[in-house]
């Protein structure tokens, strides 16, 4: 059986997806939905329909799961609840505090439709939740560090283009090695937010604009900047296009524990990410997760679950049996 | 409800199992079973009673849980199918060739008894082939590389302690740096056994043993040490008393892969652990699944299982609520 796939929302997610179908030999392509108008959008794979998002209901029974590319700020707190009445559905919203709310409205949507959601799959949440979760169950009373990066900060680079003077911007986030490396140690210190991450802008100033201005504004930006060490590149338009066209991302999770009767022993488990393409990867794992959901809503399952919820077994090709004896 | 866990073998990892528990608010020690006399077994935890496997049978309500903590070759393919005819257990069964049959039989009995059988719960097999499955399922079409230690491999320690004039012995088992970085750097390497790990031995020789003679029997023996470059230092039964007294392990688990219309970017996704304690470490997972255990045993399943078919809340000690909040 091949597992029909919508994509909702064609930006860098949803063209993520599609290229993760492609990588994966049990899915298919069924439809592409937009709010742009369709004849404008191109997608990349031959002969595959692309519609308004307002049609995805007359295509109820030709895709077996939606996933939903939008944002979590506006986008999917609306969608996801919405489409899970017609549909099984994968999104990858991540706003960490928001998800119980989100949790709930998704969950009563699907539970009265017969579906199920899948929320917040990603690599954070997701990947990196996992692994959180996991090392917190195998090493209880020990101490959790997340560090993101080296990894283009979308919302960061954002808020520096908004400043009066620039054009054009990218920001990364980059973990204090020093840090890094007495947590790995397993000396479980305490860091502030200052001593976990650096920040570095790269910015195309406007002909002319006032650059010390430019460079106060961004250093000194509340919740943004103002916490964290920051340092700003002035360089030109076409440097910015051939240096930092890219969408790299990564990080670490780490958990530190002891064990033994007298906690005599020291443990380090750490995950890390070092990814190319944010989007391309977040998109692989909702591919994983959305072959997750197929098999779950053949179950017979409804309702909102998150990575927590699904075991491994579900995200793979392999059945049990060739699971057991090639990866265990 | 408190779970009470068994445990059935009081060597390191009984030992360990017995550590975990007590690191865990949920649980308590229900009873310890031998196979030496339980008058001359002296465990850590106060009041709880020791007595003979054969005794297991009189203690089928007061247990929960019966962690199984005797060895793959011998111990675990007799007494996992037996002993899950009476309670929910957990092993750590990791001869990887033999697990299909192993799952094969604890299955059977398991559903005959409608008990839950999970068995090789560990790092590896465990949390390594976790790590495995997972990144399998979000980079398909990759590269699979597992590292081991540096750590002390019991197997290849007891292999030269069997060589005439030895009379003790201590074998580390080392990741060859160059052949981690190329990996990590994704250059995707086909790697030998010779490249990827190197073998260094710690050995106490009897008075007047050839030694000459001991290292070349270590270097050449085949399977174990032919096959690596390896290292043997002689050393007195202080020093190794001294020096190597521990039983430390790890190593990593990497797996390469690319993304994007034409392949065009390239990921790495890592799991490591870094343990003082390989059987202490082994423990606390086999604590989280013993967990899982107990409640899938009160959801009414039965059969065998492994760390695959095992959704990761059933690992926690704290509610999906709880989770989704904290962890995701």
Known sequence: MT??????????????VECAVRHNPDMEMAAVFT?????????????????????????????DVMILCGGSATDLPVQT??????????????????IPEHFDAVDKAARESGH??????????????LNRLYAN????????????GKGVSQGHSDAIRRIKGVRDARQYTIPVDAAL???????????SVRQ????????????????????????????YFADYDTTVHFIS???????????????????????GWKDENSHVIEYSLKLDSNPEFTASVIAAYARAAYRLGREGQTGCKTVFDIAPAYLSVLDGEELRRRLL
């Open 196 to 223: 976990k991450h650096t920040r570095e802008c790269f910015v195309v100033a406007e002909d002319g604009a006032d650059l010390a201005a430019i460079e106060k504004e961004i250093v000194t930006m509340p919740n």
């Open 137 to 148: 169950a195998v090493l209880p009373g020990g101490q959790d560090y997340t560090f993101w």
């Open 3 to 16: 597992i029909r796939i919508g994509i909702l929302g064609y930006g860098n997610l949803g063209r993520g």
């Open 81 to 98: 609840p919405e489409l899970v009445r017609l549909f099984n559905v994968v999104d990858s919203f991540d706003t960490h505090a928001k």
């Open 237 to 259: 338009g076409e440097e910015l296009e051939r240096d930092h066209k890219g969408i790299p991302h990564g990080g670490v999770v780490i958990r530190t524990g002891r064990t």
């Open 116 to 129: 199920v959601g899948l929320i917040s799959v990603g690599w954070d949440p997701g990947m990196f939740s």
């Open 35 to 63: 709010r742009r108008d369709p004849k404008n959008v191109e997608i990349l794979t031959d002969d595959v329909p692309v519609y308004r998002v307002e049609d995805a209901v007359s295509m109820k029974d030709a895709v």
């Open 181 to 191: 490396d007495a947590v790995r140690r397993g000396a479980a210190p305490q860091l």
